[in-house]
């Protein structure tokens, strides 16, 4: 059974910056990170391989957000930059149970953290 344990959330103004840390208990393979806002649906927002050799990220955050993966402390990291109101959400970590290919859709995650309240406000 893997465990994740997000850190990092916070109230940020708007064109801030922050970093969210996932710390994982057992073996991880492709994880994401996702989010969701009140009224709206969970969308993963970015994703990377176990071996971090490869990733993928929804347009809406391509070129603000950055993943950072260290497979030996087993944590991944989101640096999300140039922050927006429409950026609100809880964000969670998330990862599949066995090999599998990059993938923005929530339901291929089988394992997922309680969620770290992101919220973007001035």
């Known amino acids: 059974q893997v465990q994740l344990v997000e850190t990092g959330g916070g109230l940020v103004q708007p064109g801030g910056s922050l970093t969210l840390s996932c710390t994982a208990s057992g073996r991880t393979f492709t994880m994401a990170w996702c989010r969701q806002s009140p009224g709206k649906e969970r969308e993963c927002v970015a994703t990377?391989?176990?071996?971090?050799?490869?990733?993928n990220y929804a347009d809406s955050v391509k070129g603000r957000f950055t993943l950072a993966k260290d497979n030996r402390r087993n944590t991944l990291g989101l640096r999300m930059d140039n922050l927006r109101s429409e950026d609100t959400a809880v964000y969670y970590c998330?990862?599949?149970?066995?090999?599998?290919?990059?993938?923005?859709?929530?339901?291929?995650?089988?394992?997922w953290g309680q969620g770290t309240q992101v919220t973007v406000s001035s």
């Open positions: 990377i391989t176990r071996a971090a050799t490869n990733s």
């Open positions: 998330a990862s599949t149970r066995t090999w599998a290919a990059l993938t923005l859709d929530p339901n291929d995650y089988d394992y």
